[in-house]
């Protein structure tokens, strides 16, 4: 996907959305974290430099993506709930993702 | 490693397409192990949602004795338009629904889907966990023998792979069967919160008589900022699933964040009432393929056939999915029963599994449907012009009192005309009903 096609939304509408803490939501969720191993990374720091926008930080449903004081692209893996967005919805492909080890990662309760 | 590991059949993936897979196999006698990489088959398993008990009576006719993990029965379903301040409801509820078993239930599928797989192993499926299916192992011709995993001595060893993997269908795309990773436009993000809320309560705000009712809503308009996407309310046994989905790649290009999304839908007037006291008990995103019949990946190779949202099989309009899934996964079971009997596994011989589902609702719904995702992305704006113009006119049909009916009628007009063409809306009319006929 390139980036040509930005935003349609109206503005006074993106006003109202709430600003949430993401890891008030995360708190409800069982981890079993993968110390040894990490599922998901940056291929090129460098591709996150050019990108305009860093949708990631945004789109990704667990806050995984965050940015440091440099602007570089930090990732909390830990935090993955696997959903696959950030493979994809990347504009670069600058994602290198993985799936968990078995039984490592994101284990719902409820689901 | 000396012995080979060798079975009848291999089944990547514990969720309702590959147990389905599974359990077929199992039935007619065929020695089967299926591997899940979560801590049990469910633990990576998220929707939203509502399960459909045609597709579980062919799989496993007898799964009512079974002691299934349901949640209510859905006997009040149906829309509401959500404009910024109102909403309309288009539900039905009936006594018709009211029938043992019904047709639809609410479930979580981390209770479901282990339920399921329990099944599988009293029909003597060998069920592994915790083991994630890397890559494939393969004769000199090429061809798919068996699997490779992530644990020491792996490697697994059967004729024929039946693969349940979902939507991150990164095995169907290492064998070539996707040509692509999935496209943000035909995908959608879904995050939902499970709300703890006592029976006695659920029952009281959604007007439910007792645990046999139970409701569910899929909702269109403000909840996602009229952007292509809906929400959903489900009421659980003791407790509600709400929660959103938007194509992802309305996400992308509009740096929206999901979980802030859900945040507002909760905060809307007419929902929040619903919500009142209600404990969050766990957060979750999933995504749902909405790539439809014309983006379909190859559904068979060699010693391989693909079920489920790893194949795109999703009817996003209907919100089905683990009905499509568990009959697909049933039609490749059934199409591996049949290769055994003949000793043919190949491509030719599997294209039977396309056939069987041609011939099922599976193929044809998704075929009708083929337009939707793109319907939507054409018309960014459908949702909010026609949501809040639905719910402008209700306004003004139910408090015009003294003004000329006539005069009404035309306001009516007016306030549709004022948002968008007549020649815009006709358009948008002949764009859904192509998106509906197929
Ligand atoms: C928010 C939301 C709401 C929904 N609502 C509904 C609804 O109301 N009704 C409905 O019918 N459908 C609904 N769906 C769709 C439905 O959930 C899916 O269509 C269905 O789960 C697909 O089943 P599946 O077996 O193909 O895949 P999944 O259920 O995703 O199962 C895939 C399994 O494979 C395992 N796996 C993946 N890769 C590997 C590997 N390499 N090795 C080992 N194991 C692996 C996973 O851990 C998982 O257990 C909804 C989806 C979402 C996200
Ligand atoms: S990961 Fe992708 S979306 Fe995020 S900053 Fe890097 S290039 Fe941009
Ligand atoms: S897979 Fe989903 S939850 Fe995990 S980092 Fe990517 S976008 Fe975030």
Redesign the pocket.
């Known amino acids: 996907m390139s980036e040509k096609k930005r935003t349609t939304l109206n503005p006074a509408l993106a006003a109202t959305l709430p600003p949430t803490n993401v890891d008030d939501l995360l708190v409800s969720v069982k981890y079993y974290v993968d110390e040894e191993y990490a599922h998901i990374r ?1 291929k090129d720091d460098r ?2 430099a ?2 305009a ?5 945004d789109f990704c449903p667990a806050g995984v ?1 965050t940015q440091d004081r440099t602007g570089k ?1 930090l990732v909390g893996y830990q935090a993955c709930l696997e959903c696959g967005s ?1 493979r994809i ?7 290198d993702w993985n799936l968990p080890r078995g039984g490592y990662g994101v284990a719902y309760k409820f689901g | 490693m000396a012995n080979k590991l060798t079975f009848d059949a291999i089944v990547v993936g514990g969720g309702p397409a590959g147990t389905s897979a599974a359990i077929t196999m199992a039935k007619a006698g065929l020695q089967t192990i299926l591997i899940e990489r979560g801590r049990f088959a469910g633990a990576k398993n998220f929707f939203g949602g509502v399960l459909y008990t045609h597709a579980l009576n062919e799989v496993l006719p007898d799964w009512q004795s079974r002691g299934p993990a349901l949640e209510r029965p859905v006997t009040d379903t149906g829309y509401w338009l959500l404009s910024p301040d109102s909403v309309l409801r288009f539900t039905q509820k009936s006594e018709r629904y009211k029938k043992v078993p019904a047709e639809s239930y609410t479930a979580l599928r981390a209770n479901f889907d282990p339920w399921f797989a329990q099944q599988a192993v009293d029909l003597g499926v060998l069920v592994i966990t915790k083991t994630t299916v890397t890559g494939f192992l393969r004769d000199e011709k090429g061809r798919v023998i068996g699997v490779t995993t992530d644990r020491p001595d792996g490697d697994v060893y059967a004729p024929i792979v039946i693969i349940g993997e979902g939507v991150n269908n990164l095995l169907t795309q290492q064998l070539g069967l996707a040509k692509s990773d999935l496209p943000p436009r035909y995908v959608a993000l879904s995050v939902k919160e499970y709300l703890g809320l006592p029976e006695k309560e659920v029952e009281a705000r959604f007007g439910l008589s007792g645990p046999d009712e139970g409701v569910a809503i899929d909702i269109f308009g403000d909840v996602t900022l009229g952007l292509p996407g809906t929400g959903f309310i489900y009421t659980d046994k003791a407790g509600i699933s709400i929660g959103c989905g938007l194509l992802l790649e309305q996400l992308v290009i509009n740096n929206l964040k999901p979980y802030e999304i859900l945040a507002r839908f909760k905060n809307h007037p007419i929902i929040k009432p619903y919500l009142e006291g209600a404990e969050r008990l766990e957060y979750g995103a999933h995504l749902i393929p909405e790539t439809g019949y014309d983006r379909m990946p190859a559904l068979y190779t060699d010693g391989v056939m693909i079920a489920g949202d790893a194949a795109g099989m999703v009817d996003a309009l209907h919100r089905e999915g683990t009905n499509l899934a568990m009959i697909a996964g049933k039609m490749a079971g059934e199409t591996a029963i049949e290769a055994h009997k003949q000793k043919n596994f190949s491509a030719e011989f599997l294209k039977g599994y396309r056939r069987r589902l041609q011939d099922s609702f599976v193929l044809k719904d998704l075929k009708q449907y083929r337009r939707m995702t793109d319907f939507l992305d054409s018309t960014p704006h459908f949702m909010e012009t026609y949501v809040n113009f639905a719910n402008d006119a209700a306004y003004r049909y139910f408090t015009a009192h003294g003004m000329a009916k006539r005069d009404m009628e035309k306001e009516i007009i007016r306030l549709l005309t004022r948002r968008r063409s007549f020649l815009g809306v006709a358009v948008d009319m002949i764009k859904l009903l192509r998106g509906m006929r197929g």
């Open positions: 940056i591709v996150c050019e990108c926008h860093h949708p990631c930080l993506f692209i950030c919805g990347c504009p670069y492909q600058n994602v």
